[in-house]
């Protein structure tokens, strides 16, 4: 397995040179903002999307639809970790080294990565948080995803990555953020619920203003577990 996309006629690689060459092209400055925004400020970005999506869902007018959203908000990190946990057999197993250990010429933007290369850890990070915060508020998760697209493009601009071991990083983000958000949420949604009844803990899950508009958090039926919840996550 250590051998895959070693030849050069391979599409994998062709497509690497292609988008690493625009790092040759381009000033040494960009190549630094590059680099950064690939190894720490899309994941920054997706922090701050993740608190603008827990802002919106403790804004809304029903209280069911709010700890439904905070629970799947809540699923977004525990995904992305369960997703890195499933990656370590799997590049235990596949042992395909950095693409430039195994092909000349490339530009890396960042040192020290010495692990295997399948599948990437931020692509796979990436999309199942994208993924699980989709989950929770459908529009602001769609922006998620975009970022872990633009991840996925920057692992390969950088140099560190072949382009199937982005591909393989969003596959395995989503699978697990989709896959378990059943049985996550089914575990999530009480724990939240009994959040939102709580006096210390009711702010997490609503805001003040959306608390004066709605029945007493007391009188709350625990809502079914469910994805995100369509036009009313648009209009959050």
């Known amino acids: 397995m250590a051998g895959l996309a070693s030849d050069g006629s391979n599409p994998d690689v062709g497509l690497l ?4 060459g625009l790092a040759k092209d381009a000033p040494p400055w960009f190549d630094r903002v590059m680099g950064f925004v ?45 997703a890195l946990l499933v990656n370590i057999p799997i590049r235990g197993f596949v042992e395909r080294p950095r693409p430039f250990k195994d092909h000349q010429g490339l530009e890396v933007l960042v040192d020290g990565k010495t692990d295997f290369s399948f599948v ?15 989950v929770a508020h459908r529009k602001l998760g769609l922006a998620a995803i975009g970022l872990a697209f633009a991840e996925g493009f920057c692992r390969v601009y950088m140099g560190v990555h072949y382009p199937t071991d982005v591909i393989g990083g969003f596959a395995l983000g989503t699978a697990v953020a989709l896959l378990l958000a059943p049985l996550a949420l089914a575990l999530l949604t009480p724990v939240v619920s009994a959040v939102a009844r709580s006096k210390r803990g009711a702010r997490l899950v609503r805001s003040r203003r959306a608390a004066e ?9 625990l809502p079914e577990p469910r994805l995100g919840s369509g036009e009313s996550d648009l209009a959050a």
């Open 213 to 221: 508009r709605s029945p007493r958090p007391e009188a709350l039926d």
């Open 38 to 82: 690939g190894e720490y400020g899309i994941m920054l970005g997706l922090v701050l999307v993740a608190l603008w999506c827990w802002a919106s869902v403790r804004r809304r007018g029903n209280l069911a639809d709010s700890v439904s959203g905070l629970a799947g908000l809540v699923w977004a990190p525990l995904a992305a970790g369960v």
């Open 120 to 134: 990437s850890d931020h692509a796979t990070m990436a999309m199942a948080i994208g993924v699980g915060l989709f």
């Open 17 to 20: 040179y292609d988008i690493n």
